[in-house]
């Protein structure tokens, strides 16, 4: 699956997920860009999101986003909190549907 990290995502966490091809943000050159304009871009070359932004829920139309969006709910952004995610992430993965919003976490 095609995955690009959020700002907020550790970039070290893809090697937990061998299996995808991940970019970040900022490797896309997409630093800074707001959350809606961002969804609309990672629509047209990934498959997800995956953010910790727990505010992003709030923040946009759910029923219409671009792309599908997962969140990973942990006590802070540091790997060693969302690392004990990755089973339920890869679960979520393997049936996730375009267009969807999902919480991994607590």
């Not at 970040?24 to 871009?41: A, I, R």
């Not at 629509?43 to 953010?51: C, G, Q, V």
Request: proline share 5%.
């Amino acid at each position: 699956m095609r995955l690009l990290f959020d700002e907020s995502v550790p970039y070290r966490l893809r090697k937990a997920l061998p299996n995808h091809a991940i970019r970040t943000v900022v490797e896309m050159g997409w630093g800074g860009t707001k959350n809606g304009k961002l969804l609309v871009l990672a629509s047209e070359s990934f498959d997800a999101i995956i953010t910790v932004d727990n505010n992003l829920e709030y923040q946009q139309k759910l029923t219409t986003l671009p792309v599908a969006v997962v969140l990973l709910s942990a006590k802070s952004n540091e790997l060693e909190e969302l690392l004990p995610l990755v089973g339920d992430l890869e679960l979520v993965l393997s049936s996730l549907q375009p267009k969807s919003f999902i919480r991994v976490g607590t």
